[in-house]
């Protein structure tokens, strides 16, 4: 896999867990029910949360575009590894 390929995988991937999270935090206000449990699960899933607000908003989305990039290199260095780097 080529760098410019490595990227376009990335940021697709990135983007894609992006969209996610957004919709994971609009959940939040669209089905009020067991709303403690979201926000806890948020905390636990990412560095520095701390309430529905926009700081924390904009942490995660960054947060999510990033596991995309480390989310293709595991996939990349488990590919080479494996004997299948293309």
Known sequence: MNNQ?????????GIFFVI???GCFVWYY???ADQDLHLRLFRLAFFGY????VMSFILGAVQSYIWG???VGLW?????LMGRNR
């Not at 390929?5 to 991937?13: E, P, V």
């Not at 701390?50 to 607000?53: A, L, R, T, V, W």
Request: hydrophobic fraction near 45%; charge should be positive.
């Open 69 to 71: 990039y480390i989310g």
């Open 76 to 80: 990349l260095i488990s590919g080479g």
């Open 5 to 13: 390929n490595f990227m376009q995988k990335a940021n697709q991937l």
């Open 50 to 53: 701390q309430d529905m607000g």
């Open 30 to 32: 669209i089905r009020p």
């Open 20 to 22: 996610i999270f957004v």
